[in-house]
């Protein structure tokens, strides 16, 4: 009779399993557990309890109790803060504030950190926080703040201090400035026309002029001064009343125009801009900044250019700036499908060697397709006013606000990297170029100090003829089309997870790892 040998015991190493059927179930799994950790080595630990620690303390956490109902309570351990190994802190978050205590002690309760006071997190509110550590520094996001706060140690007074970061991006969007790719604007060009309702009058046979939704014709005009009517004298002696006159309505909502309205360009002016009656003795000096100001390129194309690596310090045939020489010669700006290095003189025995001509330009430049953006690096979250700074541009003085209003509600630390998202893209003043941040992931150089905690960036200027590469260690975007909007980012050894509202996602290197110039 044949021997009957049974299997006595189960190792249980391939983890927790609840998909497999009765009949296909792998050998050493389980298909259900309660209060185990799993570890990666396929054994158990005990999923400890929740109690008082001994010799616990009660810390009054100065909140009042609708606070504290409302309010996320949650808590992260933060190891190795400063690079000490033999520190951990546990920070508890209660409402706006964060309490730290050392764990490293017999009642952690009892053993505060930070001259045993919270610190307050301006902003934070109701909305869950996030948290990555990396470089020895805390990183903290939530949707209740308008940029990521950086916490760090100091280990001999055992304090820590708070910072914020604005995440810089490279420009890569440009501004919508309505000109095809390889259209060269003339620049001699027609004033845009209002659209205005003769219906609706002001006072004095005045009509009101009613802006777009977009507010894209308004920013053309900018109010240069008031003046009143002089009292006691007949016809139309006006004196100056800027600095005690306050405007009572939106221009960017409707201005009043005296009729008949003005057909043609500053001239009406005599060069200070229109005058716009407000009332019958009140006037508004409205100055035109727009297309059709003879002379002078649109600010959003002006902008695009010098992002393109059209920039002042251009070395020209013609003395100037490389942008208005080549209006003057060729009557034309360049375009968006001009590359400035196509005019240089490449001739080795020229005297203007390397030098920018227009005339080169017009006869190697026939290209169709946009060029390199990016020279700017500029705020990722208030692209608008980081643009006029970094323009340095008397021509650039008005372009949309592009403000982006949505939060980073996640973050992750991985390949030594910082990695944030979970933006709910909300845009104030956006223009047709603008981005939606719901499904980007922002990632950081390898970190080495404080300052690349922001840097989301290629380090090289793409726009430069030389050196214009991104290498591995850069930082920069990951833009994930089919993503509705992501709600957190999980690190795990090869690979970063992104678990999204509608799916999961995951971004890994192909040779394991990540590097910002090869990564899936």
Not at 181 to 186: A, D, I, K, M
């Amino acid at each position: 009779m044949a021997l009957k040998n049974e299997k006595s015991y189960r190792a249980f190493i391939k983890g927790l399993i609840t998909e497999a059927g009765a009949l296909t179930f792998p050998e050493n799994a389980s298909l259900d557990e309660d209060n185990f950790v799993l570890n990666r080595d396929g054994s158990r630990s005990r999923r400890l309890g929740l109690d008082y620690e001994d010799l616990f303390e009660l810390i009054d956490s100065t909140c009042t109790e609708e606070q504290i109902n409302s309010s996320q309570i949650s808590f992260y351990k933060w190891d190795t803060p400063a690079g000490d190994s033999t520190v951990s802190i546990g920070v508890v978050r209660v409402y706006n504030k964060l309490f730290f205590l050392n764990l490293i002690t017999a009642n952690p309760s009892g053993n505060l950190i930070n001259y045993e006071e919270p610190i307050e997190i301006e902003g934070l509110g109701n909305n869950p926080v996030q948290f990555a550590n990396l470089n020895n520094q805390l990183v903290i996001v939530s949707n209740d703040l308008e940029s990521p706060v950086v916490l760090s140690y100091e280990a001999t007074s055992q304090s820590i201090s708070q910072e914020t970061i604005r995440l810089k991006v490279r420009d890569i969007w440009g501004v919508n400035d309505g000109l095809n790719v390889n259209e060269r604007p003339p620049i001699d060009r027609p004033p845009k026309e209002f659209d205005w309702d003769k219906t609706k009058k002001y006072s004095r046979g005045d009509y009101i002029v009613t802006f777009p939704d977009d507010v894209s014709q308004s920013k053309y005009y900018q109010i240069v001064g008031f003046q009143k009517k002089q009292s006691g004298f007949v016809g139309v002696l006006w004196y100056d009343v800027t600095e005690d006159f306050t405007l009572a309505f939106d221009l960017r909502s409707y201005i009043v125009v005296s009729d008949p309205m003005p057909s043609t360009g500053p001239s009406h002016s005599s060069g200070l801009g229109y005058y716009q009656t407000l009332d019958s003795n009140i006037r508004a000096v409205i100055k035109y900044l727009g297309p059709g100001y003879t002379g002078k390129n649109t600010a959003e194309h002006q902008y695009n250019l010098r992002n393109q690596g059209w920039h002042k310090s251009i070395s020209g045939v013609y003395s100037g700036d490389a942008i208005k020489v080549t209006g003057d010669k060729l009557k034309r700006y360049p375009s968006n499908a001009d590359n400035w290095t196509l005019g240089k003189n490449s001739n080795p025995s020229a005297n203007n060697y390397e030098k920018y001509d227009p005339y080169i330009l017009r006869r190697n430049s026939h290209s169709n397709y946009q060029v390199a953006q990016g020279s700017f690096v500029i705020d990722a979250f208030n692209r608008g006013t980081s643009r006029l700074d970094k323009a340095d541009d008397s021509v650039v003085n008005l372009l949309p606000l592009d403000k982006e209003e949505g939060r980073i509600s996640t973050v992750c630390s991985y390949a030594q990297r910082l990695f944030y998202s979970g933006i709910n893209s909300s845009i104030l003043e956006p223009d047709k170029r603008s981005p939606n941040y719901n499904n980007y992931i922002f990632f950081t150089k390898i970190v080495e100090s404080f300052k690349d905690l922001e840097v989301c960036y290629q380090e090289a200027d793409p726009t430069d003829p030389g050196i214009n590469s991104i290498i591995a260690s850069d930082g920069g975007t990951i833009q994930i089309p089919e993503v509705t909007k992501i709600i957190k980012l999980v690190p795990t050894q090869s690979s970063l997870l992104v678990f999204a509202e509608n799916g999961i996602w995951e971004v890994f290197g192909d040779t394991g790892g990540f590097y910002a110039n090869n990564y899936f």
